[in-house]
């Protein structure tokens, strides 16, 4: 039994200690990756953000991201949105509601995301486009078009969206196994810290 | 008395089966040590997509397992850490030292291990080899080629398994003792209790430990086919099966960043470990943890076998030899149930050689609490052309059926071009087919 086992998650989320402070630049990448696992986790499962905000009601977390509104103004505060109105500063505290968010979808799709990926690789094995495949055709397509759509248009060629949106995909695998939630927020404090790696 | 049993596990994912033997006692964890003594285990690469003479096998003790365990998780955590945008748009790709340097920096910022050395390589998004460093033999070669599924399911196998064996060590915290003793059967209290009493040394203990006979005992080692393994802390009431906030690893950043220590209570002050203890984690495992119980009864060798066998469902003791009436026979909760009504659907002789194909192979995860159905339309040469699922719960599953991918045969070629079947498959095993 470990501390706080008789707190719900929701209490758990405002009491967890904050043992790290990232600087703005740090939260601003953080930011940005988990709005790029939420991209992809939409686009493969085609349905918006339903599934994240039911995610956050089974999670007792629907006090931080209760509602569309809530949710779409922590995802403004990607900095490659596009546009800055209702933009909301991203805390700690929401981020890693967002990871679990993230990881509890990817667990409850893992036969889809696990099927997508073993496509792309029965298809890459045989020098196949990905796109052949219905599923993964349509998860690029949605992801490219909401990209291209949401995200301040950059120098990221489509050949680079693509490996992006397919790198994105093997990694929501990894994130839906049971400690998913752990690998990802490493991997956000990572990338955090190495930017440019 | 002796108190020493054999444990056998088996992980099962898709593409490797993970064996683990071991010794177990139940006063082994009162003398503070694991469970699982002289723990051995057995590893098989037996991805469907092989051909049977790639099948690899290695094996090893519990230091080479936890190895390569660590290995794995830690490659893994390495390219999720990797920037997203690579410099190329390559999938699978010869590993050279500039495309590596270009955009796999995670990776090869990691020193070359030496051949002795468990560690894995990528080879592009796709693609990885595993050096099987100590554990390697002249029959496995030094290394295997993953693909990322195959990767995936490797560290699925190894963290159910490092979970089990790991977490059977005395419990250091008075709660979990106490807690641990109020989990445990009541015969087990007696005997840990009569064991101080009389005084028994741990010597003695061990020395029991290996005389490996066995004794109806260790019932909550053993039975576990029935029962989940009895240290795992329970779910909290109400939360989902995610590990708690407290699970999320905090990274220390450079000391000039401030610190937000205020409000942190003392219980949680401390950094968490680079790994979290098992405890947190296991509420979100026992799906998994489930998934070998069903082969760990007694079931035929299988392990030469390139592709997955049809695994028996529990009902039943030999599905593929049952006719396909008598199997619907123990359907209850579906609709159209009566065998006679599906064999009058039976007018094209592919609609039945769908059902005896299914039948063959599928076996409902323990997972699923509701009836897939699918819409198949099949080409005139009887391989399938779409799959379309008709439910959420079915698309969810997509994966688990047996399902053969677009353009694979299923059924003998079709008289009068294209045929659209609809498939229910049902929690219980049961597949019925209907022409649509």
Request: net charge negative; aromatic share 4%.
């Amino acid at each position: 039994m470990y501390p706080s086992a008789n707190l719900n998650p929701s209490h758990r989320a405002t009491t967890i200690p904050i043992a790290i402070q990232p600087d703005s630049l740090q939260l601003d990448n953080i930011k940005t990756h988990l709005d790029l696992v939420l991209l992809a986790l939409e686009a493969l499962l085609g349905s918006g953000s339903e599934a994240l905000l039911q995610a956050a009601s089974d999670l007792n977390l629907a006090d931080q991201l209760g509602d569309r509104v809530t949710l779409w103004r922590l995802r403004q505060s990607n900095p490659l949105r596009k546009g800055t109105s209702g933009r909301k500063k991203l805390d700690v505290e929401e981020a890693r509601s967002l990871v679990l968010i993230s990881c509890h979808v990817a667990k409850q799709h893992q036969e889809l995301i696990r099927r997508a990926v073993v496509l792309l690789e029965q298809l890459t094995a045989e020098n196949r486009q990905p796109h052949e495949a219905a599923l993964l055709g349509d998860y690029l397509d949605r992801f490219t078009n909401t990209y291209q759509e949401r995200m301040v248009t950059d120098s990221k060629t489509s050949l680079a969206l693509t490996h992006l949106a397919f790198k994105l995909l093997v990694d929501l695998l990894f994130y839906s196994s049971p400690n998913g939630p752990r690998r990802l927020w490493l991997a956000l404090i990572e990338r955090s810290m190495h930017p440019k790696a | 008395m002796i108190l020493s049993n054999s444990l056998f596990r088996r992980y099962t994912p898709p593409t490797c089966t993970l064996e683990i033997t071991a010794q177990t006692s139940p006063l082994s964890r009162w003398a503070g040590q694991s469970r699982f003594n002289q723990l051995q285990f057995q590893l098989r690469f037996e991805d469907p997509r092989r051909l049977q003479e790639q099948i690899v096998e290695i094996s090893g003790d519990r230091a080479q397992l936890e190895a390569l365990e660590a290995a794995v998780e830690s490659y893994i955590q390495q390219l999720l850490s990797q920037v997203s945008i690579p410099g190329t748009g390559d999938l699978v790709t010869e590993p050279t030292p500039g495309e590596q340097g270009d955009h796999q920096q995670g990776i090869v910022a990691i020193p070359t291990p030496d051949l002795q050395t468990i560690h894995l390589r990528p080879n592009g998004l796709l693609s990885h080899d595993l050096f099987f460093g100590s554990l390697a033999t002249n029959v496995s070669g030094p290394v295997i080629n993953l693909s990322a599924s195959s990767l995936f399911d490797l560290a699925t196998a190894l963290e159910e398994a490092t979970v089990e064996t790991t977490a059977a060590t005395l419990p250091s915290d008075k709660s979990q003792w106490s807690g641990l003793m109020r989990s445990s059967p009541l015969w087990t209290r007696v005997a840990a209790g009569a064991a101080v009493f009389v005084g028994i040394t741990l010597a003695a203990v061990q020395l029991s430990n290996k005389s490996g006979s066995n004794s109806t005992s260790d019932v909550p080692l053993i039975s576990q086919s029935t029962e989940p393994p009895p240290v795992s802390p329970l779910p909290l009431p109400g939360t989902s099966t995610l590990p708690p906030f407290e699970s999320l690893p905090v990274v220390p950043l450079p000391s000039s960043l401030p610190q937000v220590g205020s409000t942190t209570p003392p219980i949680s002050a401390t950094p968490s470990p680079p790994k979290p203890a098992p405890q947190p984690q296991k509420p979100a495992t026992p799906k998994l943890i489930q998934q070998p119980k069903q082969p760990v009864a007694v079931q035929p060798k299988v392990t030469a076998s390139p592709l997955p066998l049809p695994d028996v469902p529990d009902l039943e003791t030999s599905p593929t030899a049952a006719p396909p009436a008598a199997s619907q026979d123990n359907t209850t909760s579906t609709t159209l149930t009566q065998p006679a009504n599906e064999t009058a659907f039976d007018t094209v002789p592919q609609v039945a050689e769908a059902r005896s194909f299914f039948q063959e192979r599928w076996q409902a995860p323990p997972t699923l609490k509701q009836t897939l159905e699918y819409t198949l339309t099949l080409n005139p040469n009887g391989s399938v052309q779409q799959i379309m699922p008709l439910n959420q719960a079915a698309r969810t599953y997509l994966d688990r059926t047996p399902i053969p991918l677009r353009g694979e045969p299923l059924v003998s070629p079709i008289e009068g071009g294209s045929l659209k079947i609809r498939l229910v498959l049902g929690p219980d095993g049961s597949v019925k087919t209907f022409p649509q």
